[in-house]
């Protein structure tokens, strides 16, 4: 970026902590000013600060464990296990949630909250919307409202900028659960200028890591945050510059597309939730294998 770059930030209530991570990030080594935060007012049950402590399982839990299995089925028990390894100690700090007026990099940023349209899974904006981002923005990125579509992916000069957890040539819609089943030892994650297809927008930047010590699915959604974190920054840079061409992967070459009604399928949910346990298995062992053989290495003797 040969020039100073305002950017618009699309968003729940609150952030996850890799999300605001990468914004801090974006505003440090770059010449980059967030103006202006849209929040979906439409989501008036997030929780944020609260959700990030969890000491034990709950009343609460139960009835949200009830009321979950109506609509995510067998992923029910995926989400019940990860939650107990909460409980058991096992958090994961990067998917921490922080409301929007505690993010500390917003804090110069004028907040606006939207009323989105809603039809058929996809979201659009109102028309008001549209003009504050044309005008007051050269990019923006979006971490929340879900499938955007409409006017306003063309509204800021710069388009608007998505993640994927995955590599959009290879696995679109559920990314991180399908190449964790399929056992890869490594994963990608796609940064891309939304169109109105699904995870089929131009990429603006992609890096791929290695898998190595990843027991579970949620280290790999771990792994993948912590290259979105440094990925955006480039992606932005990437945008924003005359000269750089994104990459239109054509339709024949788009990933597999993997729908969320997949995971909810007892095959499926009991793949993910076999490997999770195993792995929770293997790390406590070679924990308590690496705490043996310290306990019994020799220590060197003064005389």
Same mark, same amino acid.
């Given at each position: 970026? @040969?020039?100073?770059?305002?950017?618009?930030?699309?968003?729940?209530?609150?952030?996850?902590?890799?999300?605001?991570?990468? %914004?801090?990030?974006?505003? +440090?080594? @770059?010449?980059?000013?967030?103006? /202006?935060?849209?929040?979906?007012?439409?989501?008036?049950?997030?929780?944020?600060?609260?959700?990030?402590?969890?000491?034990? %399982?709950?009343?609460?839990?139960?009835? +949200?464990?009830?009321?979950?299995?109506?609509?995510?089925?067998? &992923?029910?028990?995926?989400?019940? =296990?990860?939650?107990?390894?909460?409980?058991?100690?096992?958090?994961?700090?990067?998917? *921490?949630?922080?409301?929007?007026?505690?993010?500390?990099?917003?804090?110069?940023?004028?907040?606006?909250?939207?009323?989105?349209?809603?039809?058929?899974? &996809?979201?659009?904006?109102?028309?008001?919307?549209?003009?504050?981002?044309?005008?007051?923005?050269?990019?923006?990125?979006?971490?929340? $409202?879900?499938?955007?579509?409409?006017?306003?992916?063309?509204?800021?000069?710069?388009?608007?900028?998505?993640?994927?957890?995955?590599?959009?040539?290879?696995?679109?819609?559920?990314?991180?659960?399908?190449?964790?089943?399929?056992?890869?030892?490594?994963?990608?994650?796609?940064?891309?200028?939304?169109?109105?297809?699904?995870?089929?927008?131009? %990429?603006?930047?992609?890096?791929?890591?290695?898998?190595?010590?990843?027991?579970?699915? &949620?280290?790999?959604?771990?792994?993948?945050?912590?290259?979105?974190?440094?990925? /955006?920054? =480039?992606?932005?840079?990437?945008?924003?510059?005359?000269?750089?061409?994104? =990459?239109?992967?054509?339709?024949? +070459? /788009?990933?597999?597309?993997?729908?969320?009604?997949?995971?909810?399928?007892?095959? $499926?949910?009991?793949?993910?939730?076999?490997?999770?346990?195993?792995?929770?298995?293997?790390?406590?062992?070679? *924990?308590?294998?690496?705490?043996?053989?310290?306990?019994?290495?020799?220590?060197?003797?003064?005389?």
């Amino acid at each position: 970026m @040969s020039s100073s770059v305002t950017v618009g930030i699309l968003a729940e209530p609150f952030l996850y902590q890799w999300q605001a991570r990468a %914004i801090e990030r974006l505003e +440090q080594r @770059s010449d980059v000013t967030v103006s /202006l935060v849209v929040s979906n007012a439409a989501n008036t049950n997030a929780e944020a600060e609260s959700w990030n402590r969890k000491a034990r %399982i709950e009343l609460d839990d139960v009835v +949200q464990f009830a009321d979950v299995i109506q609509r995510e089925r067998a &992923w029910t028990f995926v989400l019940a =296990e990860r939650t107990l390894g909460r409980v058991l100690g096992d958090e994961h700090h990067l998917w *921490h949630r922080h409301s929007l007026e505690n993010v500390d990099c917003l804090a110069d940023a004028e907040f606006v909250p939207c009323e989105p349209r809603t039809e058929d899974g &996809w979201t659009e904006f109102p028309d008001d919307i549209v003009s504050r981002l044309a005008a007051d923005c050269d990019v923006a990125i979006r971490f929340g $409202f879900g499938l955007v579509r409409g006017d306003v992916l063309t509204a800021p000069e710069y388009g608007v900028l998505s993640f994927h957890p995955a590599d959009i040539r290879r696995y679109r819609g559920m990314g991180p659960p399908v190449l964790y089943r399929d056992g890869r030892d490594r994963a990608g994650a796609t940064l891309q200028q939304l169109d109105e297809s699904i995870d089929g927008g131009a %990429i603006v930047a992609y890096d791929e890591v290695s898998l190595d010590g990843c027991y579970t699915l &949620w280290d790999v959604f771990d792994r993948l945050a912590e290259l979105q974190i440094r990925l /955006l920054t =480039e992606g932005v840079s990437n945008a924003c510059d005359p000269e750089f061409d994104p =990459e239109t992967v054509p339709d024949d +070459q /788009l990933g597999e597309f993997y729908s969320r009604d997949q995971r909810r399928t007892l095959g $499926f949910s009991g793949r993910v939730l076999t490997k999770n346990s195993i792995g929770r298995f293997r790390r406590r062992l070679e *924990h308590v294998r690496s705490s043996t053989e310290t306990v019994d290495r020799p220590t060197q003797s003064s005389n």
